[in-house]
């Protein structure tokens, strides 16, 4: 899995914005999907959360980045 690379990103810390000029579309990521987009290359993303959020369940975790990944991949926004 990778980034697209054509994409224009803005990173505003707790959210990032990616324009697709292909799609002439603007994509706004909350704090949890801008850090799993940054770390998609990555091995152990879900591990990676764990780390960030301990209080919450680690099957919701990786449930929740299953599902994000997959919605990046829809949009477009990462290459299998």
Do not use: C
Request: net charge negative; hydrophobic share 40%.
């Amino acid at each position: 899995m990778r980034r697209r690379a054509n994409l224009t990103v803005r990173d505003l810390g707790s959210e990032m914005i990616l324009f697709d000029e292909s799609s002439e579309t603007y994509h706004v990521l909350n704090t949890t999907a801008r850090q799993i987009w940054l770390w998609v290359e990555e091995d152990g993303v879900a591990e990676k959360l764990m780390g960030l959020f301990p209080q919450v369940d680690p099957d919701r975790i990786q449930q929740d980045v299953s599902r994000t990944i997959d919605q990046l991949d829809q949009m477009g926004l990462v290459e299998r």
